[in-house]
């Protein structure tokens, strides 16, 4: 049992230091009879300090004015189409009715988050690669 728990203590370090989220480990054995022994590894991802202009929702009953994008899903929040490029969008954008402005990954599938009118985005409420739940409040549009 000892080295079971060492290999999930070994992975769990490793899955940190590479950011990995999410790991399968899978042995099999063959001799005479077939033994499989299957590991799976979840962590919840971690956010870091959120860049300046970006403000993590609050549970409480903040009020914002102006039209709120929510998010139609639990997953995972990016404001760039992949990593390391351009936002969809910055606080100031000028945005119209069925621009994507964000995208919610659930299950492997990034949904995009657009824009159901017109106006000027105010405020971006999540940072890139933040955990949302259903009906977050992602942007703020005027």
């Known amino acids: 049992m000892s080295s079971f728990r060492a290999t999930v ?7 940190d230091e590479m950011g990995i989220t999410e790991l399968d480990i899978e042995r099999t054995w ?3 009879l077939v033994y499989r022994k299957h ?3 979840s962590k919840q991802q ?5 860049p300046a202009g970006v403000v993590a929702p609050q549970k409480s009953d903040i009020k914002i004015s102006g039209h709120v994008l929510k998010s139609p899903m639990v997953g995972v929040a990016y404001l760039a189409p992949e990593p390391g490029a351009k936002p ?7 945005v119209k009715a069925g621009d994507t402005l964000a ?11 657009k824009s159901d ?24 549009i005027e």
Do not use: C, Q, Y
């Open 9 to 15: 203590e070994n992975m769990s370090k490793l899955m």
């Open 30 to 32: 063959l001799s005479g």
């Open 39 to 41: 590991i799976r590894l």
């Open 46 to 50: 971690t956010v870091a300090a959120a």
């Open 88 to 94: 969809f969008v910055k606080i100031g954008s000028a």
């Open 103 to 113: 995208l919610v990954e659930a299950m492997k599938t990034f949904n995009p988050i």
């Open 117 to 140: 009118v017109d106006g000027v985005v105010k405020e971006i409420l999540v940072s890139d690669g933040m955990a949302v739940e259903f009906d977050t409040p992602i942007i703020v």
